[in-house]
């Protein structure tokens, strides 16, 4: 395996943690916007908040798998 490729790998991997703590991110911020319902009184823009971060969260996570991915092939087709 060359030295790129093995780059190109290497780097699908970070991307795929990356997506991981992204993900268990956004499940934190599920269980606090949970919490903040069961709880009440919590004003709107808090809950606004938790749930727009929830959503970015989750929306990253996705982009960066979906990269990973694209790369891992990338470096299966540059294989010799």
């Not at 004003?43 to 979906?66: G, I, K, M, Q």
């Amino acid at each position: 395996m060359s030295a790129r490729i093995a780059a190109i790998i290497a780097h699908a991997e970070v991307l795929r943690a990356d997506a991981r703590a992204l993900a268990a991110c956004a499940e934190r911020l599920r269980a606090v916007e949970a919490g903040l319902r069961a709880g009440g009184g919590a004003p709107d823009w808090l809950h606004a908040s938790v749930t727009a971060h929830l959503a970015a969260c989750a929306t990253a996570a996705a982009d960066l798998e979906a990269a990973a991915r694209r790369l891992s092939r990338y470096a299966e087709q540059a294989r010799p």
